[in-house]
């Protein structure tokens, strides 16, 4: 787990090039070349920008890193959800 954490930060310190948040354009290259594959439309501008007015708690238009947890959150909720529900309700034993 320490591993899965520490590619969380280090994406984000990457993409965010020594500021304290990133911008619009830093924000579509990070869900673009990182969570394409579990998220929807991310070739699509638009979709991405709303993704970021969600998540832009402070109204500032950047994504802060407190900010780009709530979505690392989101998404690892969704992905537990979605492996839950494919493994089925558990079976208790009868006696």
Known sequence: ME???KTVVMQYLTSAR???SLG??????????????????????SAVKDMMKGLDDNHDG????QEYLTL????????SEQKSAASGPEETPKH
């Open 18 to 20: 020594g500021k304290d």
């Open 24 to 45: 619009g354009k830093s924000f579509q290259k990070l869900v673009q070349s990182q969570l394409g594959n579990i998220l929807s439309d991310t070739d699509s501008s």
């Open 72 to 79: 690392v959150g989101y998404l690892a909720n969704s992905m």
């Open 62 to 65: 950047k994504v802060s890193f």
């Open 3 to 5: 591993g899965a954490i």
